[in-house]
């Protein structure tokens, strides 16, 4: 069997924890533009252990180009979409002119993509609406960029998932949209997804990371997770004194594998 990376057994094990912290350098003034971006830090740790040099790193939800950040550090052919120009002109300043980046609905772009041609999925959907509803005051970093006149969610566009009201139908989308990345895989590599739990507006508990596991499940193998502590996150004091409300401090990195041919 082909190895899967060039990894050495320790490193190898080291990843396989299913826990770890990032260190991450902070945002340029650029970066900083969008409010959810995760750290090319992040993304370095997946890429070396799912790919090989010069093989072809795809994100259908771009933002400011992390991914491809990271997939170029590492010598890796960066792919990708991004829904608005805002973003896709950041990510287009910050790769080379060797990235396949496309910017419009992933709905449609991703037909630009051939079947069979990507090594590996590294992505971050929006998390349905979360940006759009004000969760408390103690949700510091949306006040914090509120106070900087930063922009706080996606866009308003109607294309844009984080803009679909329902959430089944936003759940649906999304699964539409991972199925159809399903076939630009090439049979048995990986994806992950990089994904969270959340509380809504009215205090209701959404558990996005699981429900996505179990839509995808009908097509693609869920071989588990890695979870991303932020330990850098300011505590809130939600719920005192009489009722459990989390500070919810960490994402999901759900690892998925496309069948081998048989
Ligand atoms: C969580 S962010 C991705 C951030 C990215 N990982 C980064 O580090 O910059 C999700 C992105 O999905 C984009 N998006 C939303 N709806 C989309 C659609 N229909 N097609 C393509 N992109 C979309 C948003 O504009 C947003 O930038």
New binding site residues.
């Given amino acids: 069997m082909a190895r899967l990376n060039n990894l050495t057994g320790k490193e190898w094990i080291q990843f396989t924890k299913s826990w770890f912290k990032v260190s991450s350098k902070s945002r340029g003034k650029n ?1 900083i533009k ?7 830090e992040l ?1 370095d740790e997946f890429i070396k252990f799912f790919t090989n040099e010069n093989d072809v790193v795809f ?9 491809i950040v990271s997939a170029e550090r590492n010598n890796r052919q960066g792919v990708g ?4 120009p805002y ?1 896709y002109e950041i ?1 287009k300043s910050r790769c080379s002119e060797k990235a396949k980046i496309f910017n ?4 449609e ?1 991703i037909k630009s993509i051939s079947k069979d041609t990507i090594d590996f999925i590294m ?5 349905w609406n979360i940006l759009s509803k004000k969760r408390g005051n103690s949700d510091s970093q949306h006040s914090d960029r509120e106070k900087k006149g930063l922009q706080l969610t ?2 308003n ?1 109607d ?4 803009n679909i009201n329902d959430y089944d139908v936003f759940l649906g989308e999304l699964a539409k ?1 991972f199925n159809s990345c399903y076939s630009k895989l090439k049979p048995g590599k990986y994806m992950v997804i ?1 994904i969270q739990n959340f509380r809504n507006d009215n205090g209701e508990y959404i558990t996005l990371a699981w429900d996505i596991v179990k839509k995808l499940e009908k097509k693609w193998k869920f071989c588990g997770e890695r979870i991303w502590l932020q330990e850098d996150k300011k505590l809130g004091i939600w719920g005192f004194p009489s009722t459990f409300v989390p500070n919810i401090h960490h994402h999901y990195c759900l690892v998925f594998k496309k069948n081998e041919v048989k």
């Fill in positions: 970066e969008h409010p959810a971006k995760y750290p090319e993304v994100d259908p939800f771009l933002g400011v180009g992390s991914t979409i991004e829904l608005n973003f990510c419009g609905d992933v709905r772009k992505t971050s959907p929006p998390y996606y866009s566009f294309n844009d998932l984080s949209i990089v």
